[in-house]
């Protein structure tokens, strides 16, 4: 637990707080020259379905990030920004960790093109964490759509909400599940004021606005 450090919220940009799924899928009808209806939209990681090898999919991810700037271009998912901003607003600290330093020697790229995106859409956060193995990275609750995270997390005892897209539709639910930030944020604050009843802090008067000092 984060103790006197605060509640911490684990929190997985791509394809969580970042539609990545559907950029890349725009500029992968590029590279590959097809009609974008001809990319399904329901994938597995690397993109396999889209006649991706490993090797392909690098190199559609170095195009991406490199030549159509993918982290500053992706959309949000809907809400997310605002949820975030909600739970920070509560005394929540936000901290985002990613795994975008995939490929080497355009890492100043990605981490530029990632911090001018959540500049730019008001994403709050109290740290920004580029990190493969996420339960390295101390946090009361985890956001994720990973499955490989999700069940590395759980296996060492963390809590993991899995955010639904087609990469994890199989994943059972375990800690919950959210397939909206509607629903994300009420499974984060229900474990959030869980952990402030427990230490006799006072919960916020409404969703969205801090709560009083302690007595």
Same mark, same amino acid.
């Given at each position: 637990m984060a103790g006197d450090r605060g509640f911490i919220i684990g929190v997985d *940009?791509?394809?969580v707080v970042a539609d990545f799924y559907g950029y890349i899928r725009e500029v992968a009808a590029e590279w590959l020259g097809v009609d974008l209806s001809e990319l399904t939209t329901e994938v597995s990681w690397g993109m #396999?379905?889209?006649? *991706? =090898? %490993?090797?392909?999919?690098r190199a559609l991810h170095r195009f991406a990030v490199t030549q159509r700037r993918l982290f500053s271009a +992706? &959309? #949000?998912i809907a809400g997310a920004p605002q949820s975030l901003r909600r739970l920070s607003d509560e005394d929540a600290r936000i =901290? !985002? !960790?990613t795994h975008r330093l995939l490929i080497p020697y355009?890492? =100043? !790229?990605a981490v530029q093109q990632t911090v001018e995106w959540l500049d730019h859409h008001a994403v709050p956060y109290w740290d920004l964490c580029f990190m493969k193995d996420k339960g390295d +990275?101390? &946090?009361? !609750?985890?956001i994720e759509d990973s499955p490989g995270n999700i069940a590395g997390l759980r296996a060492v005892g963390k809590t993991a909400i899995v955010f %639904? @897209?087609? %990469?994890n539709r199989r994943l059972p639910d375990g800690d919950g599940r959210a397939n909206t930030w509607d629903e994300a944020e009420r499974l984060i =604050? @229900?474990?959030?004021y869980s952990w402030r009843t427990e230490r006799d802090l006072p919960l916020p008067p409404q969703p969205g606005v801090s709560p009083p000092p302690p007595r």
């Open positions: *940009l791509d394809g #396999p379905e889209w006649g *991706l =090898r %490993t090797d392909d999919y +992706v &959309a #949000p =901290r !985002i !960790i355009f890492h =100043r !790229i +990275v101390g &946090a009361d !609750i985890y %639904t @897209n087609s %990469t =604050r @229900n474990d959030y």
